[in-house]
């Protein structure tokens, strides 16, 4: 940026070393000249002076300013830098030379805190007072801010909290000025005299960017009233809907009347709900009333950035967390999204908006403006805001800082995007300082642009134009490559026109062009979604959706093998969605998620329906998490607990639990089937994530039963998973198996609640509770299914075992099955590291019994040929049943450990491969077993993952997705689907030879274990 020759910036810059401060002190403004606006016509600019310099002798200041001058060299120069390029400052300065003064030879920051004290500290005796006080105020807050702001004496955020503060307490002063006026008519009577707003129930909200603080220089302030009737002090028989009406009605006066002394700010209350047919203040149950029942979307957007700036700051705060759920849902709505972007496309349509130049530009609204740095920011905190409280911040610039950090933007686009807005803030305060204007529009007439370059510095037009246009093009790149996905209907591949009763022949043409073979039964289905014969498209906003999505829809169709049957399968898919709205919108601003979800309903119908169902676990594709590896148990824990956090009462956890295990459960399934993680990985992970929410929901579920029957004193507590959950193989089928056990000393008989419980009553009370919390399905479905089943005798006996019990049964009344059971027992969760170890030693010390080893074998041959007569398996894709197949690895597993644990205590893991390859290096097992067991078992289960994943009920591979064949043959890792099959037949008798020489035959006689 040009500032001048090299010698002036040279001897600017030796002045300023030159400075001598006192240790801690601020600089006076005249030391603070960092930069020069440049006079390009200096003969007036000396005319300009000559003016200053008259006023000041008249008032006999000429000494003072000299030596100012004194000090500051280049002082003269700065002043008449402003005074040719800004009438509007040149005048404000002229008005009262004395005041021009008091600025340049104070700190501007000791400046502005004076004024706010003033106005917050003033009494006025009538409403001219107070009106000419702020008036005058503002002037000096006007030129205080212009003159720090040009000299670089202030970064951007002084300039805007400056003038925000400033808007903050001169609304304070008005409203302090009708309360006390209020209470002189026996209608009010306050809680303290010197903040007579304090607890009134009556509250300003600063909204946009008064709201940010970040107001401009020539800044409107859009506000909300609010009142709590509850709150009001109002007495003596006045009303609250009149008297605060009135109030505002003053305010809005006060602050906004010009007057020969100016105007403090224009003020504008239309952002308040309704506000054709609401009056200029509202009563809080109203606002809730509307916000929650008809509430638009950018009503949410406005409101991320509300703060109560004036009156009674306590309610604003409570209001603002009472709507909380509105702006910040707790899944994403992205159809509010997309009316953000209309929004941005209706502004772009104005003339001058559609393309990036200089003259006439409009810096705020045009192409890779501000309001593109603020959408870029407030969008992406729309999407993430609901589950990360750190991106709910006010201030775009901090929101940018917060987006890179949580890895939603790159830091480089944080920084453009910091950079651009700083400067593109500068050259807006520049335009508005000219004749204090509220206008971002960059002068078409030469002479009036270069006024705005002059006062950044910039000496040549070329070099600003450079410069600006540098900064619009990387707003808008960073802008369009996230959000402007704004598709026209054609998409340059051809008509599609789908409307009337007769085929186009052109989009025939085109719908063949692109591969479709039935192009006639391809626009009659894409016609019936027009006609809203499904629920999803019913709404117009849905097909009006749908309508711009078309194009880009077909276009990735077509890309498929079969562009026909793909379409059939997206309509199967339409039909199910409840809503189309919020699925339209965010696959038309991110289209990369549709390519995900086409292989999705390519691949796995099971994930498919899971998205018909529930839109919204489409949410988590969006998090920058996505695109890395699966995410550690700490990440799971953490995020779990923040938006369990973020629940207001207990059933609300239970949702929120819900729609996090969804997300993750499709996360983690879909990093599968886009080949991130492996199906091993996604047994640990969905185990991992099973593990937190039960870590996490038991608490809560223990809290709501305390409330009513309190605590059994010094209890202990421990939930076990068995089963797959155990081994953390855990399909995303896969119920949970648990066993919840307890003790308590021997003298306690009953909790210490209202309603007291015997211990065993409790706890079995306790768990119900948790397996309802699990399986109860709430609007957002069922959590888990579980299964208690694996207690002391099963279902026979209690829901909750007290642990001498377990431990009891366990050796003198179980079978040779529960002892199979109990190798996978995994302590989750327990009330204190002791008792988990005490069950870890108890469940290890029946493990390592010396067993009979021929009674043994028969047990678990007579218990394989059980299942084999109650569910027999005739496929080799009966991956679980067939003979040989996942159960006979299993058994082998538990059976090695069972009768060799005694020796070999290592070989006791809850994961059946671990226990195999801790076997084969103990000796227990030989290596050639291992390599039939260990291959077969790592196959069984990448397979049984992926179908689990892809569809309910059993696979026919007759009648499945092509795409689901092709993902089994890669984890198989044979070359085509029928070679695999048989691959798999061999696995399975060979498991089965290993299983009979290891154990014995598996005779299909019913027998008992």
């Not at 004036?310 to 997309?338: C, H, N, Q, T």
């Not at 809850?910 to 077969?936: N, Q, S, Y």
Request: hydrophobic fraction near 40%; aromatic fraction near 8%.
């Amino acid at each position: 940026m040009g500032q001048g020759s090299e010698e002036e910036r040279h001897q600017l810059k030796s002045s300023i070393l030159k400075r001598e401060h006192r240790e801690g002190a601020l600089a006076p403004l005249f030391e603070r000249l960092e930069r020069q606006s440049i006079c390009a016509d200096d003969d007036l600019g000396n005319r300009h002076l000559k003016d200053l310099i008259e006023k000041l002798e008249r008032k006999d200041l000429i000494s003072e300013f000299e030596q100012l001058c004194q000090g500051a060299p280049h002082l003269r120069s700065f002043i008449k830098g402003f005074m040719v390029n800004a009438p509007f400052l040149r005048e404000t300065m002229l008005r009262d030379v004395q005041r021009f003064l008091r600025i340049l030879n104070t700190p501007p920051e000791e400046t502005i805190a004076i004024l706010l004290q003033d106005c917050l500290n003033a009494r006025p005796e009538s409403e001219a007072e107070l009106m000419q006080s702020l008036r005058l105020a503002k002037q000096e807050l006007a030129l205080t801010v212009a003159l720090a702001d040009i000299a670089g004496a202030w970064p951007l955020e002084n300039v805007t909290g400056a003038l925000t503060k400033f808007a903050d307490a001169s609304l304070t002063a008005c409203l302090r000025f009708c309360l006390r006026e209020l209470e002189t008519r026996g209608k009010f009577i306050p809680v303290d005299h010197d903040e007579p707003e304090k607890d009134a129930g009556y509250f300003i909200l600063a909204m946009g960017k008064h709201g940010a603080g970040e107001l401009n220089y020539s800044s409107d302030i859009d506000l909300i009233v609010l009142y709590d009737p509850e709150r009001s002090r109002l007495i003596g028989g006045a009303e609250a809907p009149v008297e605060f009406v009135r109030i505002t009605r003053r305010i809005v006066k006060l602050m906004n009347e010009r007057t020969g002394d100016g105007y403090v700010f224009r003020t504008d209350l239309r952002l308040r709900p309704d506000p054709g047919a609401t009056p200029l203040a509202i009563s809080v149950p109203a606002a809730l009333v509307y916000y929650e029942s008809l509430g638009q979307n950018w009503e949410r957007a406005a409101l991320i950035k509300a703060r109560p700036c004036a009156g009674d700051v306590e309610a604003g705060e409570i209001f603002l967390e009472e709507i909380r759920p509105f702006v910040w849902r707790k899944y994403l709505d992205y159809a509010a999204i997309s009316d953000v972007h209309s929004i941005k496309r209706q502004i772009h349509a104005h003339k001058g908006f559609s393309k990036i130049t200089v003259a006439g530009h409009n810096v705020k609204l045009g192409r890779g403006g501000i309001r593109e740095v603020e959408f870029f920011a407030q969008t992406q905190q729309l999407i993430a805001g609901g589950r990360n409280p750190q991106l709910r911040d006010r201030r775009t610039l901090i929101t940018l800082e917060r987006l890179a950090d949580c890895g939603w933007i790159d830091q480089s686009a944080a920084e453009d995007m910091e950079a651009a807005y700083r400067y593109l803030r500068e050259v807006e305060h520049r335009i508005q300082m000219i004749n204090d204007e509220q206008t971002h529009i960059l002068p078409k007439d030469d002479e009036a642009l270069a006024r705005v370059y002059h006062l950044m510095g910039i000496r040549g037009r070329s070099e600003f134009a450079d410069e600006i246009r540098s900064k619009f093009e990387l707003v808008q790149k960073h802008y369009s490559g996230l959000f402007e996905h704004e598709p026209d209907l054609a998409l340059n591949l051809g008509n599609l026109v789908f409307t009337g009763d007769d085929e186009d022949p052109n989009t025939l043409e085109t719908l063949m062009q692109l591969g479709f073979q039935r192009p006639v039964d391809a626009i009659r289905t894409i016609r019936q979604w027009h006609y809203g014969r499904y629920p999803a498209v019913r709404a117009p906003k849905a097909r009006e959706r749908l309508t711009e999505f078309t194009p880009i829809l077909l276009d990735a169709l077509a890309r498929t093998e079969n562009a026909d049957q793909a379409l059939l399968t997206f309509d199967a898919f339409l039909s199910k969605l409840p809503m189309g709205v919020q699925l339209f919108g965010l696959l038309k601003s991110n289209p990369h998620l549709f390519n995900l979800l086409t292989m999705v309903m390519g691949n796995a119908p099971r994930m498919a329906e899971i998205v018909s169902k529930r839109v919204h676990v489409l949410d988590a594709l969006l998090d920058p998490a996505f695109f890395g590896g699966a995410p550690t148990a700490e990440q799971i824990e953490s995020a779990l607990a923040v938006t369990l956090d973020q629940a207001g009462y207990y059933e609300e956890a239970l949702d929120r639990a819900r729609i996090f295990v969804q997300e993750q459960q499709f996360l983690l399934g879909l990093r599968l089937i886009t080949g991130t993680i492996t199906a091993a990985e996604l047994g640990q992970g969905l185990s991992t994530l099973a593990d937190a929410v039960l870590c996490q929901l038991l608490p809560r579920v223990q809290q709501e039963l305390e409330e009513a029957h309190g605590k059994i004193p010094g209890a202990e507590l421990a939930l076990v998973a068995m089963g797959k959950l155990g081994g953390q193989e855990i399909t995303c089928a896969s119920d949970l198996d648990l066993i919840l056990l307890y003790d308590f000393p021997e003298d306690v008989v009953q909790s210490d609640g209202k309603r007291p419980l015997a211990p065993s009553q409790y706890y079995s009370r306790l768990t119900q509770r948790l397996v309802s919390a699990l399986t109860a399905p709430t609007a957002e479905g069922v959590l888990y299914e579980v299964d208690f089943r694996l207690r002391p005798s099963g279902n026979s006996g209690p829901l909750a075992t007290r642990f001498v019990s377990f431990k009891d049964y366990q050796s003198n009344d179980a079978w040779t099955w529960e002892h199979m059971a109990l190798t996978r027992a995994r302590v989750i969760t327990s009330s204190s590291p002791e008792f988990a170890m005490q069950i870890d030693c108890a469940v290890s010390q029946l493990l390592q019994e010396k067993r009979d080893l021929k009674k043994l074998a028969t047990d678990v041959c007579d218990m394989r040929a059980r299942i084999q007569k109650e569910k027999p398996a005739k496929s080799p894709w009966q991956i679980k049943g067939i003979p040989g197949g996942l159960i006979d690895i299993e058994f082998i597993a538990q059976f090695l450990q069972l009768a060799h644990g005694v020796d070999h205590p290592e070989i006791l893991q809850t994961r059946t491969e671990d226990a195999l390859l801790k076997a084969r290096d103990f000796g227990v097992l030989h290596e050639e077993d291992a390599d039939t067991l260990i291959p077969a078992l790592r196959n069984y289960e990448d397979l049984t993952q992926i179908l689990k994943l892809a569809q309910t009920g059993h696979f026919d591979p007759k009648t499945a997705p092509g795409g689901l064949l092709d993902l089994l043959v890669n984890a198989g890792g044979e070359p085509d689907f029928e070679r695999l099959t048989i691959y798999m037949q061999e696995q399975q008798i060979m498991v089965r030879r290993t299983f009979e020489h290891l154990i014995g035959k598996v005779e299909e006689a019913e027998k008992t274990s």
